[in-house]
T-cell receptor, first 116, second 116 residues
């Protein structure tokens, strides 16, 4: 298991459901990220948190709501999703967004989301 | 802006033969470049990184990549493929830093198939 743990690994939900994805890192990192990975498309950065503060929202629809209670935990709350939101959602962490090693990310295994 | 182009979406090699995964980059200044690997149902794992030191970079599992500024390339190679190398490989360029950290631009990925 890597230093970044994501749960659940698989999630199937209807368009009216509310669910959450969880990410936890055990590396002492200060920055955490949500990425969306869709088939045949480059990874898309969604959100960045630096020391619990959101520093990046890459024009993500409001049906995705992130939460970062501390530097070790990151959530992605989902509600009224669309079928096109089906994808692999990857959480990552780094030492900090700007310092040495900042551009080296450690990824979790991802949460595979299917929206019916 | 920084970007990468992975020239092959699929590469197939026989076990024991050399591997070549091609990546060209575009950057207005000296970039940092990375290769990540993603095995099925796993997150992305850093293979190697180039950060303006030696142009030949050695990574894990016998992989290496050579930064060629004149060709704007950062191809990934391995002398002898192993069955366990079958995975998706991503070339990544690191851009400018902001409050949200370094902008990482991912290629679309190259799927490596290794046949017995």
């Amino acid at each position: 298991e890597t230093g970044v743990t994501q749960t659940p690994r698989h999630l199937v939900m209807g368009m009216t459901n509310k669910k959450s994805l969880k990410c936890e890192q055990h590396l002492g990192h200060n920055a955490m990220y949500w990425y969306k990975q869709s088939a045949k498309k480059p990874l898309e950065l969604m959100f960045v948190y630096n020391f619990k503060e959101q520093t990046e929202n890459n024009s993500v629809p409001s049906r995705f709501s992130p939460e970062c209670p501390n530097s070790s935990h990151l959530f992605l709350h989902l509600h009224t999703l669309q079928p096109e939101d089906s994808a692999l959602y990857l959480c990552a962490s780094s030492q900090s967004p700007q310092g040495a090693g900042a551009n080296v990310l450690t990824f979790g295994a991802g949460s595979r989301l299917t929206v019916l | 802006a920084q970007s990468v182009t992975q020239l092959d979406s699929h590469v197939s090699v026989s076990e024991g033969t050399p591997v070549l995964l091609r990546c060209n980059y575009s950057s207005s200044y000296s970039p940092s470049l990375f290769w990540y690997v993603q095995h099925p149902n796993k997150g992305l794992q850093l293979l190697l990184k180039y950060t303006s030191a030696a142009t030949l970079v050695k990574g894990i599992n016998g992989f290496e990549a050579e930064f060629k500024k004149s060709e704007t390339s950062f191809h990934l190679t391995k002398p002898s493929a192993h069955m366990s190398d079958a995975a998706e490989y991503f070339c990544v360029v690191s851009g400018t830093v902001s409050n949200s950290g370094y902008a990482l631009n991912f290629g679309k990925g190259t799927s490596l198939l290794v046949t017995p």
